[in-house]
């Protein structure tokens, strides 16, 4: 069993839409959780971080993290196609020391 | 800023050869990071270098090395090439002071003929 899973996709949605996307992991010891992303042939580019349990919100994109569940999201509200790329959750027992990461999830938003 | 930079951005090599990649971090980060990744994967860690030292390693064989000099530049190092080392590899910078970002550069296509 992988220490994180998540769906690879692709998920597909109309323009404006509300995307879930979602990782379950197995490590109760990861306490520092992140959602990338990586469009096609590029690096992963950080989009959010989130230290413990709750929610962050950054303009556009929400993320969630429920430890007792092991289970991490990240919303984006009103999809644009310029969002279309993978999103890799990541998460870490310290800090940044040997991020562990999702098999990443490919969005397409159509126009 | 030029953030984090990798060269080469792309490399073409036979099995068994060598391979160094190169790895600029971010202005004012201390740790650097390697990571793999196949296609249609996540990254994968390959090890952290901290100080000029490997202070975290994942589960990679010796052919795989690196080295940190003092102006926290790095180098990635893979001997004996197989086909399976055909990947991207990725270099992440962040300071070690601090639990914060780590930025990710470019990354290296490295494929293996």
């Known amino acids: 069993q992988k220490e994180v899973e998540q769906d690879p996709g692709p998920l597909s949605v109309p323009e404006g839409a509300i995307v879930s996307l979602n990782c379950t992991y197995s490590?109760?010891?990861?306490?520092?959780f992140m959602w990338y992303r990586q469009y096609s042939r590029k690096g992963p580019e950080l989009l959010m971080y989130?230290?413990?349990?709750g929610n962050k919100e950054d303009g556009r994109f929400t993320a969630q993290v429920d430890k007792s569940s092991k289970y991490i999201s990240l919303f984006i509200r009103d999809s644009q196609p310029s969002d279309s790329a993978t999103y890799l959750c990541?998460?870490?027992?310290?800090?940044?020391?040997?991020?562990?990461f999702g098999t990443g999830t490919r969005l397409l938003v159509s126009p | 800023d030029a953030g984090v930079t990798q060269s080469p951005t792309h490399l073409i090599k036979t099995r068994g050869q060598q391979v160094t990649l190169r790895c600029s971090p971010k202005?004012?980060?201390?740790?650097v990071s390697w990571y793999q990744q196949a296609l249609g994967q996540g990254p994968q860690f390959i090890f952290q270098?901290?100080?000029?030292?490997?202070?975290q390693r994942g589960n990679f064989p010796d052919r795989f090395s690196g080295h940190q000099f003092p102006n926290y530049s790095s180098e990635l190092n893979v001997n004996a090439l197989l086909l399976g080392d055909s990947a991207l590899y990725l270099c992440?910078?962040?300071?070690?002071?601090?639990?914060?970002?780590?930025?990710f550069g470019q990354g290296t296509r490295l494929t293996v003929v």
């Open positions: 992440a910078s962040s300071p070690d002071s601090m639990n914060t970002e780590a930025f």
């Open positions: 490590n109760s010891a990861f306490q520092y």
């Open positions: 989130t230290y413990s349990s």
């Open positions: 990541a998460m870490s027992a310290k800090g940044f020391q040997k991020l562990v």
């Open positions: 202005s004012g980060h201390d740790t």
């Open positions: 270098y901290y100080e000029e030292e490997e202070r």
